[in-house]
């Protein structure tokens, strides 16, 4: 089924459902449907409220809509601290209040799940929920009587909801607050229609087999892009360094793992993260060039990410001297967003143990699936061995769901793509 096909589907299950879910894979075009199915909704004449799980997903779907339509008036409901960015005050027809009274009547209200907590005396007919696979149950909860029907729009793949709070004293109940919130809400309702977008515009010919097979085993998707429709070419000649060697079996592949030797480190491994920064470096000195459907243009500064696991790592990645421009983060905040190249030093690098936090297989996907030509990962050699001596061995709770996939098998999947295009360090 083409995307089209999915998209008229999923609008014309909207008014005889209580709930709609969409699973999208990375770069499926998660945010267009929710553009486009907002703008359907609207032409309805009756109101919509959208709801998404941060202030830039939110500052996002504003500027994307005004873009698309821009006779839709919105409303940017806020906390009261938030400043709005230049971005959003120069728009017609968008609205930034703190309250639902300062926004006027208008056609779509859009804020985080958090700040729509504290709305209360009115109903909505309609409501988007954007990222739903990232939004606690309880958070669904919480807002679940301010609207009638709902889509909910999200990633399958990615990080589970976060929280600071342990949960096993939940696990395994059908409320469980630490569940997605569309886990929770399938659980309850099992006859909810799920649709599934099947394309990956974001993810090259080289890499959504890979993030299919390793992340989304039942739910498989393919590239937009067919082989050899994209390309990165480094215009600037090397002179057979490491990093050199790396960013050209990058280039060439759309995949490289740079394995410095094996060892057990702290976890901000320096010879790691100077490896990560040299090759950001290098690459910008290399002048790369990226070629696709949407044309050809210089990967720049802006085009590049870093992504680790801890905020530490991101810390001493940032003071290795790289330009501001580079985006340097952890999986957690690069979720939803998309780059040229990236680069990523892999969560169990270094480590003498494999726990259920660098095992988690949503954190491998983001960092795997950030990138439209190349991604090239950093690691310490001993992962697969490691692997091998700490198998998934968490404690089977009754009546929780079963999670899919499994992180020590998706860690090993990767593994076994990037052992042909290693370079050692």
């Not at 050809?296 to 680790?308: F, L, Q, Y």
Request: glycine share 8%; net charge negative.
């Amino acid at each position: 089924m083409s995307p089209e096909e999915v998209i008229q589907n999923v609008l014309a299950d909207l008014p005889h459902h209580r709930g709609v879910v969409v699973d999208s894979p990375p770069g499926a075009g998660k945010s267009t449907l929710v553009v486009r199915a907002a703008a359907h909704l609207a032409r309805t004449g009756e109101p919509l409220m959208i709801v998404a799980q941060t202030n830039e997903q939110v500052d996002d779907l504003v500027v994307r809509i005004n873009d698309r339509h821009p006779r839709l008036t919105v409303g940017r409901l806020s906390a009261a601290g938030y400043v709005a960015p230049r971005r959003l005050l120069d728009l017609r027809g968008v609205t930034v209040g703190t309250r639902i009274q300062d926004l006027g009547d208008p056609d779509i209200v859009i804020a985080t799940s958090d700040k729509w907590a504290w709305v209360s005396g009115r109903t909505w007919p309609w409501a988007i929920v954007d990222e739903a696979y990232q939004m606690r149950s309880d958070k669904l909860l919480r807002i679940a009587s301010l609207f009638e029907r709902a889509l909910f729009v999200g990633d399958p793949g990615q990080l589970d909801p976060f929280s600071v709070v342990e949960g096993e004293r939940w696990s395994g109940l059908s409320w469980d607050p630490l569940q997605s919130a569309v886990s929770v809400l399938l659980r309850h309702n099992p006859d909810l229609p799920v649709h599934r977008l099947p394309v990956s515009w974001r993810l090259p010919a080289s890499a959504a087999p890979v993030v299919s097979r390793a992340f989304y085993p039942f739910t498989g998707f393919t590239s937009g892009t067919g082989p050899g429709e994209r390309s990165l070419e480094l215009t600037a000649q090397g002179l057979g360094t490491v990093a050199d060697r790396a960013l050209e079996e990058a280039a060439r592949s759309g995949w490289a793992l740079l394995e410095l030797p094996e060892r057990h480190t702290v976890r901000t491994d320096a010879e790691a993260v100077d490896a990560v920064a040299r090759l950001a470096a290098r690459l910008l000195q290399r002048g790369a060039l990226a070629r696709s459907e949407q044309g050809e243009r210089p990967v720049t500064a802006e085009r590049i990410a870093v992504g680790a696991a801890h905020r530490d790592q991101v810390a001493a990645i940032r003071n290795a001297g790289l330009p501001p421009e580079i985006t340097v983060d952890t999986a957690n905040r690069l979720q939803g967003r998309e780059y040229d190249v990236t680069i990523v030093l892999h969560p169990l690098s270094g480590r003498r143990d494999a726990t259920a936090f660098h095992l988690e297989s949503g954190r491998l996907c983001v960092l795997a699936s950030r990138h439209r030509h190349a991604c090239v990962v950093v690691a310490r050699a001993g992962i697969a061995e490691l692997l091998d001596a700490h198998p998934s061995a968490e404690p089977v709770q009754l009546g929780a769901p079963v999670k899919f996939p499994d992180g020590w098998e998706a860690n090993q999947a990767v593994l076994e793509h990037l052992a042909a295009h290693r370079i050692e360090g």
